[in-house]
């Protein structure tokens, strides 16, 4: 049953535990007040048990399509003010519905039993600076490689735009520290991704399918200004940031109208 509190009128205002959002505190024609907040309860449950699903589902595409080995890299995603994450150190093959694990926006945990991943700050941190819905950060070895190198990705291709620009590379901290999430939002600004050096990369979206696109558009890249920049005696022609963002422009309206 959801707590109540009072809004400024005196009238009781539903709040659903682990920060998920009512859905309203007004009954429906015919309906009672606590069959309203029973069905805002069942509502709320339901939902977070979905967006787990779609969770598990996309973190275990990560270790299919080679972005992630072993427990490396992570996933979360947004309720409300609850933030669904996956469990540090357990394989994404033996999640269960019952492994729900989830924090406020504080970091406090109030979903599950097992701890939350190691890198949930930097999660937090894209959370409460930017409207996003979903996080995927993964140890993708082109983009691995690729952070190692260079401070930026070199525009080989206009999928730059998608992210926002010319892909950052975020300086070295040590893995689930502050100093790394820092370090990551300077590399976010106005990008809704970057690598993070001698570590991996990290996306944000709108939901749990946009982050990932995200993600494996990025390691393409990678993977593509690699091959290229290797060819002895020739340099890959760049984009100009002008250019970028032309393209960047155009894929906002990309795709199927809904």
Same mark, same amino acid.
């Given at each position: 049953?959801?707590?109540?509190?009072?809004?400024?009128?005196?009238?009781?205002?539903?709040?659903?535990?682990?920060?998920?959002?009512?859905?309203?505190?007004?009954?429906?024609?015919?309906?009672?007040?606590?069959?309203?907040?029973?069905?805002?309860?069942?509502?709320?449950?339901?939902?977070?048990?979905? @967006?787990?699903?779609?969770? $598990?589902?996309?973190? #275990?595409? *990560?270790? =299919? %399509?080679?972005?992630? &080995?072993?427990?490396? +890299?992570?996933?979360?995603?947004?309720?409300?003010?609850?933030?669904? @994450?996956?469990?540090?150190? $357990?394989?994404?093959? #033996?999640? *269960?519905? =019952? %492994?729900?694990?989830? &924090?406020?926006?504080? +970091?406090?945990?109030?979903?599950?039993?097992?701890?939350?991943?190691?890198?949930?700050?930097?999660?937090?941190?894209?959370? #409460?600076? *930017?409207? =996003?819905?979903?996080?995927?950060?993964?140890?993708?070895?082109?983009?691995?490689?690729?952070?190692?190198?260079?401070?930026?990705?070199?525009?080989?291709?206009?999928?730059?735009?998608?992210?926002?620009?010319?892909?950052?590379?975020?300086?070295?901290?040590?893995?689930?520290?502050?100093?790394?999430?820092?370090?990551?939002?300077?590399?976010?600004?106005?990008?809704?991704?970057?690598?993070?050096?001698?570590?991996?990369?990290?996306?944000?979206?709108?939901?749990?399918?946009?982050?990932?696109?995200?993600?494996?558009?990025?390691?393409?890249?990678?993977?593509?200004?690699?091959?290229?920049?290797?060819?002895?005696?020739?340099?890959?022609?760049?984009?100009?940031?002008?250019?970028?963002?032309?393209?960047?422009?155009?894929?906002?309206?990309?795709?199927?109208?809904?």
């Amino acid at each position: 049953m959801a707590d109540q509190r009072r809004d400024a009128s005196g009238e009781a205002a539903d709040r659903e535990p682990g920060g998920v959002p009512g859905r309203g505190g007004t009954a429906g024609r015919g309906q009672t007040n606590a069959e309203a907040v029973a069905q805002t309860d069942t509502d709320a449950v339901a939902e977070v048990a979905a @967006v787990w699903e779609a969770l $598990v589902a996309t973190a #275990r595409r *990560t270790v =299919a %399509d080679g972005l992630v &080995v072993g427990t490396s +890299g992570n996933v979360s995603a947004r309720v409300g003010d609850l933030v669904l @994450v996956t469990p540090s150190g $357990v394989p994404y093959d #033996r999640l *269960t519905p =019952a %492994d729900l694990t989830g &924090v406020d926006l504080t +970091g406090r945990q109030v979903l599950g039993s097992l701890v939350p991943t190691s890198e949930l700050p930097m999660h937090l941190a894209v959370y #409460r600076t *930017t409207d =996003a819905r979903a996080v995927v950060h993964t140890h993708a070895v082109h983009a691995t490689a690729v952070s190692t190198l260079v401070t930026e990705l070199p525009p080989v291709h206009y999928m730059a735009g998608a992210l926002g620009g010319t892909v950052r590379v975020a300086p070295y901290a040590t893995y689930g520290s502050d100093q790394l999430a820092d370090h990551m939002l300077g590399a976010l600004a106005g990008r809704s991704g970057c690598l993070l050096r001698n570590h991996g990369t990290i996306t944000y979206g709108a939901d749990l399918d946009q982050a990932y696109d995200r993600t494996a558009q990025l390691e393409w890249m990678c993977r593509l200004w690699l091959a290229a920049s290797s060819v002895p005696g020739l340099t890959p022609s760049l984009l100009t940031e002008a250019q970028v963002a032309e393209a960047g422009a155009r894929l906002k309206g990309y795709g199927q109208r809904r």
